[in-house]
C-alpha cells in the first residue's frame, strides 16, 4: 500500500478459478491496515472488515474498524465505515458474519487500559445499521478473540475464549437475536474528584486517579456523568471500576 501494509481481495467463482485481479479494499491508505475478516450472502454481495492504524493526540498511533461493502460483480457499495464512533482507546479484531438475506453484524474487540470486552453493530442488507452499537461481553474481566455466524432473521452467534489459567481456556458463547428490543450505551465520566475529612476545603479533582479509602479518615469519591440519546426505558446500568492499587481485599468495592 502507500505507507505501511494494506488489504486486499480477489474474486474467485465456484471451481475457484479468478475472476479478475486482486484490489485494494482500504480507502484510507496511511499507516497500516490489516486483520481482514470477509462473509458474503446467498447473492455474492460480501463485506470486509479489518483494522486500521490511527495517529491520535501526542503523534502515538491507535487502532479503529473499518467496513467496506461489495455487490456480486465486485464493485464497492459505498465508501468504507466504522461501526464505532472514535475514540482515544483501540479498537480492533474485526470479524464479520453475513446472512444469507444480506443483513450483516461486524465484532470487534474494544480495549479500554487493562480490560478488553466484545462489541457488535448489525447492518440490514442495504448497509443501514440496525440500532444501535451492543455489548456481546463486557465487564467481566478480559474478553476479545471472537469468532461470528449469521443466522436467519437477525440471530447472530458470538464466541470467544477469554485467556484462563494454566491449562484452563473457557469458551464462551451469546446468541444475539437483534429482533428483541434492549440496545447499550457506554458513557465515559465526564468530571472526577474525591474529598478528604482531614481537608475539608481541598478538592482533589486534578488528580490523575480516584481514592476511596483511607484507614485514618474518611473519603468521599465522585464521578460525573453526562448521559444524552436515550429513549425509551432504560432496564439497568453498570457502574465498571479498575483498582490501580488494591489492598489486602483486592480492590473490594461497598455501597
Excluded at 38 to 58: H, L
Excluded at 148 to 172: D, R
Excluded at 231 to 241: P, Q
Aim: charged share 15%; net charge negative; hydrophobic share 40%.
Amino acid at each position: 500500500d502507500n505507507d505501511g501494509g494494506g488489504v486486499f481481495a480477489r474474486r474467485f467463482d465456484a471451481a475457484a478459478a479468478p475472476r479478475g485481479g486482486q484490489f485494494r479494499v482500504n480507502q484510507r491508505q496511511p499507516f497500516d491496515q490489516g486483520g481482514p475478516s470477509v462473509g458474503m450472502d446467498a447473492a455474492g454481495n460480501a463485506v470486509i472488515a479489518f483494522e486500521t492504524s490511527v495517529r491520535v493526540s501526542g503523534g502515538e498511533f491507535n487502532y479503529d474498524v473499518l467496513v467496506r461493502r461489495y455487490n456480486a460483480a465486485g464493485n464497492p457499495m459505498g465508501n468504507e465505515f466504522s461501526p464505532h464512533s472514535p475514540s482515544l482507546d483501540p479498537q480492533y479484531l474485526a470479524v464479520v458474519a453475513v446472512a444469507p438475506s444480506g443483513d450483516f453484524a461486524v465484532m470487534w474487540t474494544f480495549s479500554h487500559l487493562y480490560d478488553r470486552d466484545l462489541w457488535l453493530q448489525a447492518y440490514d442488507a442495504s448497509g443501514a445499521a440496525i440500532g444501535q452499537k451492543r455489548p456481546v461481553a463486557v465487564g467481566d474481566g478480559d474478553q476479545y478473540l471472537g469468532a461470528l455466524v449469521a443466522g436467519n432473521g437477525g440471530a447472530f452467534l458470538a464466541g470467544w475464549a477469554p485467556p484462563g489459567g494454566l491449562g484452563q481456556t473457557p469458551i464462551y458463547g451469546r446468541l444475539m437475536d437483534l429482533s428483541m428490543p434492549g440496545v447499550a450505551q457506554a458513557f465515559q465520566p465526564t468530571n472526577d474528584a474525591y474529598v478528604v475529612e482531614a481537608g475539608p476545603n481541598n478538592t482533589y479533582g486534578s488528580q490523575k486517579v480516584l481514592q476511596v479509602m483511607d484507614a485514618a479518615k474518611d473519603v468521599n469519591t465522585y464521578v460525573k456523568f453526562n448521559v444524552s440519546g436515550l429513549s425509551g426505558t432504560v432496564a439497568s446500568a453498570t457502574l465498571r471500576l479498575w483498582v490501580n492499587n488494591p489492598g489486602p481485599q483486592g480492590g473490594a468495592v461497598h455501597a
